[in-house]
């Protein structure tokens, strides 16, 4: 009965993935880490492999099994918080050595499933922990270009227009608020098996007359991803960051959980960079908050971005 839901429930996550659709008046950009039709294919693949022979290994010990079950049901349904956070360390720490031998029962290396990941998703990279949680980063780049030397130059703030979209379901607030200086998207698998939402804050500016231009942008970013592997492996990404004509920069995390396990990172930094940008032309500066879960219904698994204090200040030479 367990290996046919699963079969079920990896069609459900995989689906949901093409379903996703626009819920706000304006809808953001596709993502750059947005999963194609071909890497949602060799996840599903790679995660049904996993599943099968972890929910092999871990029923051998019913009793056991029962156990992990019922607490980590009782972690997922627990609210968001540090208390949380520390019982799923008690969790992974209670269930170590138990779970690192169901592993090497069901002939699960965990390194192999992270390296498969890399090839599956380039540009991530991902390391398996002690305790059995595999945690990576994806997307990140660094600023680039440099400011030209001042001048006879005018100084604005640019004003940011909002657009957001998703697959998560219900009202746009639920999942996602922006101001003219934050924004927070919030991915949790509670309403679809498979939540993906993104928001945007962007300005258009015209350097058509500029003889020089620089860019300068200023933001707090903040990531997190918790992770429960309830019916089978479940993964959660997260991104914030700003990119434009000669600057890029973003935080990431990602977090995967075998059947049964918990995995959980989060990470934050304060941006504050600038840029040359080219002239003669048109130019776009957008922060974007990007937030993925899969996981079955009432999994608990949730993603968050955010950015604050968001700022972009144009210069411009005539």
Request: with cysteine; charged share 20%.
């Amino acid at each position: 009965m367990r290996l046919q839901a699963k079969t079920s429930l990896s069609r459900l996550l995989f689906a949901a993935l093409l379903l996703g659709a626009a819920f706000a008046s304006q809808a953001a950009t596709k993502d750059p880490d947005e999963l194609t039709p071909t890497q949602e294919a060799q996840l599903k693949k790679l995660f049904a492999q996993v599943d099968s022979r972890m929910d092999a290994a871990l029923s051998v010990d019913p009793k056991q099994r029962a156990v992990m079950e019922s607490e980590l049901k009782a972690l997922a349904a627990m609210p968001d918080g540090k208390a949380r956070l520390e019982a799923g360390r008690a969790y992974r720490q209670r269930h170590a050595a138990y779970y690192g031998a169901a592993l090497k029962r069901a002939g699960v290396d965990l390194a192999a499933v992270a390296r498969q990941l890399q090839q599956v998703l380039p540009g991530h990279t991902f390391q398996v922990t002690a305790d059995h949680m595999i945690l990576g980063q994806f997307g990140e780049t660094k600023a680039q270009g440099s400011v030209p030397p001042p001048a006879t130059a005018s100084t604005r703030n640019l004003p940011l227009s909002r657009s957001a979209s998703g697959n998560c379901g219900g009202p746009s607030n639920r999942w996602i608020a922006q101001t003219g200086d934050s924004m927070r998207v919030e991915s949790r698998a509670v309403l679809v098996a498979v939540c993906t939402q993104q928001g945007e804050l962007a300005s258009d500016f015209d350097l058509t007359q500029a003889s020089a231009a620089s860019l300068a942008v200023r933001h707090q970013a903040e990531v997190s991803v918790e992770v429960f592997g309830l019916v089978g492996i479940a993964m959660g990404r997260a991104r914030a960051g700003v990119t434009g004509a000669s600057i890029n920069n973003s935080l990431s995390t990602s977090a995967v959980a075998p059947l049964l396990w918990y995995a959980n990172r989060d990470s934050s930094g304060t941006v504050d960079i600038a840029g040359a940008q080219a002239v003669g032309t048109n130019g776009r500066v957008v922060f974007r908050t990007y937030a993925s879960t899969s996981g079955l219904g009432n999994s608990g698994s949730v993603s968050v971005a955010r950015l604050s204090g968001i700022r972009a200040r144009l210069t411009t030479t005539p």
